[in-house]
């Protein structure tokens, strides 16, 4: 067995929960994937993915965060069966 040696980091702990989550359904952990980041540190001699500023507007953070929302509350928001309770619902709302 080869040897290893130790790596302490700190990180935010709500963004360890989620990488946690996400590497757990990946089937590895958070040493798998820092290992498999620095191998491909070494083979590329770069780091190995794009790193870039969001592109999204602020309009569209606004959207996330509704649509967030409606995801986690469904009940707070209003919904529809069919297209024709929609038309129905806007014919009917006079501020249009």
Not at 69 to 85: F, G, H, R, T, V
């Amino acid at each position: 067995m080869a040897k290893t040696d130790t790596l302490n980091i700190r990180i935010e702990p709500e963004l360890k929960k989620k990488v946690e989550i996400t590497l757990n359904d990946l089937g590895m952990n958070i040493a798998d994937a820092v290992t498999i980041f620095l191998k491909q540190v070494v083979m590329t001699e770069s780091i190995p993915f794009a790193i870039k500023k969001p592109r999204f507007s602020d309009e569209m953070l606004e959207a996330i965060k509704e649509a967030d929302d409606i995801a986690k509350n469904p009940n707070k928001y209003k919904s529809y069966n069919d297209l024709s309770e929609i038309l129905k619902d806007i014919n009917n709302d006079e501020t249009i």
